[in-house]
């Protein structure tokens, strides 16, 4: 592995338990293999139940892995104990899709930024001075850290989620469909904090989306993902400008067009393609 390498993803496989006493288990993900450089993002691309959250929480240590290895800066990555999960913490992260249920509307900004830093050991002095720091960085005042989670919009709430994951300083943090529950204009917003971010931090994304129009913007390669295995991966101007798989081809189709003609035009395309995919 490359010292300029964050995450590599090798012949990963995942699988549950199947339902009943004598089922077999059920594979999600098989023979998956990713690369993440330092200071990039990867963006990874899927439908619903295409196993690009089981990939992410795979990373993250919470899906159970059968085959293969991810190593993090080399290092295979391990939940064991409790100081190897708090080793992790600190340098893995995640930004939930949904900006309202990830934080807790009980506690208040101060408390949700503080938590990740208290159970690593910092003082209150230091989580204080960190706090700020945070704030600052997503475009936040600094009075923000008296009010409650509740009390801010989506996109606000989202910011404070991505302070939340920088809070420790992680080398990766896997976004998970982190804008998909905002309206355009603030999803075009949060893109340009992360692109920020990055820039002047060095932070690795894993940017998981269903949409490769918006992975294509953030991204500097894609992986597309279909029924738990990587069909297609190149740099990410190649996948969406020249897609190879029909599968990658159809997510492109049905990505939305901001100009109503283009939109209708692409839609006409996708319903050709469709109806050619049927009959093939």
């Given at each position: 592995m490359s010292e300029s390498t964050t995450l590599d993803v090798s012949d990963l496989a995942v699988a549950y338990p199947g339902r009943g006493l004598r089922a077999k288990p059920i594979e999600v993900l098989h023979g998956v293999n990713l690369t993440i450089r330092a200071g990039e993002t990867h963006g990874l691309v899927g439908e619903s139940g295409s196993g690009k959250t089981t990939l992410g929480r795979a990373i993250l240590g919470l899906a159970p892995v059968t085959r293969g290895t991810i190593l993090l800066k080399g290092e295979p990555?391990?939940?064991?104990?409790?100081?190897?999960?708090?080793?992790?913490?600190?340098?893995?992260?995640?930004?939930?899709?949904?900006?309202?249920?990830?934080?807790?509307?009980?506690?208040?900004?101060?408390?949700?930024?503080?938590e990740p830093l208290r159970a690593q050991g910092g003082t209150r002095d230091a989580a204080s001075t960190r706090i700020h720091e945070l704030l600052d960085r997503v475009h936040l005042p600094a009075e923000s850290m008296r009010r409650y989670a509740y009390e801010f919009s989506g996109g606000q709430r989202q910011r404070l989620a991505i302070a939340r994951a920088l809070a420790l300083g992680p080398e990766l943090i896997v976004c998970d469909e982190p804008v998909s529950a905002l309206d355009l204009t603030t999803q075009a917003r949060i893109l340009e904090l992360?692109?920020?971010?990055?820039?002047?931090?060095?932070?690795?994304?894993?940017?998981?989306?269903?949409?490769?129009?918006?992975?294509?913007?953030?991204?500097?390669?894609?992986?597309?993902?279909?029924?738990?295995?990587?069909?297609?991966?190149?740099?990410?101007?190649?996948?969406?400008?020249?897609?190879?798989h029909p599968y990658t081809r159809k997510l492109w189709m049905s990505s939305p067009l901001p100009d109503p003609d283009e939109q209708a035009v692409r839609r006409a395309e996708r319903r050709r393609f469709l109806e050619l995919e049927a009959h093939a």
């Open positions: 990555i391990r939940r064991k104990t409790v100081s190897d999960r708090r080793r992790l913490a600190s340098r893995v992260q995640v930004v939930f899709q949904d900006p309202y249920s990830s934080l807790n509307p009980a506690m208040t900004v101060e408390q949700l930024l503080t992360l692109v920020e971010i990055q820039e002047d931090t060095g932070v690795s994304y894993l940017f998981i989306s269903h949409d490769l129009a918006v992975v294509r913007h953030v991204s500097h390669d894609i992986s597309v993902i279909y029924r738990g295995e990587i069909v297609e991966q190149d740099v990410a101007e190649r996948v969406t400008t020249e897609p190879e």
